[in-house]
């Protein structure tokens, strides 16, 4: 279903999960112009024909960064038309890892700086290993994060833990990340995937139209507030009560059956 990707490592470790690595150990698991390019393929291929996928979980390959943030080694010497030009190559994947239409569980197995952590942060939710860090330092390099860091930093953390974090760029440990919310589970460094994977296994065994509608609510009601957002979900619930996965999962909770979900 996936291409060969230089810089990225797929498998498929329970039914309905895809597991992605970024796969560039020896340059941190940075982001460079070609790991965007075929993550943003990838993504957007699984978004037009998902096919048995309706779970993934990104991590990163070796056991000590998940992601050291964009290449600054490709991107010194750059012009400042060749830097626009990449970032708006890593907002299209950006835009297309929030677009996906199966939940992203991100397995933080190490360093996720910059770019890193704010993929980590656009993911559906955050596993981290005991010694991860997470750190959004672009105000120590005369930029900011450009990849929605800081608003998703401030829905997570709150306005003033992230002010603090986004200003100073210091790093925040994963017990840290814990308490303050921006990460959902801390875990031994070699339980971490196998962690994710599990949690995955179980979201993708739930009727795909309801994992979808449920996302599209959490997301599009993040800005709103009393009627305006009870409006958002219901209108999502509507669009359910006509499917075919709502009737099975009736039936099937009535015969004591598992339910053969058809995601329509």
């Not at 704010?118 to 930029?143: H, M, Q, S, T």
Request: charged letters at 25%; glycine letters at 10%.
């Amino acid at each position: 279903m996936t291409a060969p990707h230089e810089t990225l490592l797929t498998a498929t470790p329970a039914e309905g999960v895809l597991l992605v690595s970024l796969n560039r150990p020896d340059a941190g698991n940075s982001l460079s112009t070609q790991m965007a390019e075929e993550l943003l393929a990838l993504l957007k291929g699984l978004t037009a024909d998902p096919g048995a996928i309706r779970a993934l979980v990104l991590t990163g390959a070796g056991n000590k960064i998940f992601c050291a943030g964009a290449d600054l080694k490709e991107r010194d010497g750059m012009t400042d038309a060749q830097w626009v030009a990449q970032h708006r190559l890593f907002e299209a994947m950006r835009d297309a890892l929030v677009a996906l239409p199966v939940p992203v569980i991100c397995a933080v197995n190490g360093a996720a700086y910059g770019g890193g952590a704010e993929i980590a942060l656009n993911c559906d939710f955050i596993y981290a290993a005991e010694g991860a860090r997470l750190a959004l330092p672009e105000v120590k390099l005369g930029i900011m994060p450009g990849l929605g860091g800081a608003p998703n930093l401030v829905r997570a953390a709150g306005e003033r833990r992230a002010r603090e974090v986004l200003l100073t760029g210091d790093p925040f440990t994963a017990a840290e990340g814990l308490a303050w919310g921006v990460i959902n589970r801390v875990c031994a460094a070699d339980e971490l995937v196998a962690a994710a994977v599990e949690t995955a296994r179980k979201i993708a065994a739930n009727a795909p139209l309801s994992v979808r509608n449920i996302r599209r609510v959490v997301r599009d009601t993040a800005v709103l507030t009393g009627p305006d957002a009870i409006a958002v979900e219901l209108a999502a619930y509507d669009e359910l009560t006509p499917t075919d996965d709502r009737r099975e999962g009736v039936a099937a909770w009535g015969e004591k059956r598992k339910p053969e979900w058809k995601g329509r």
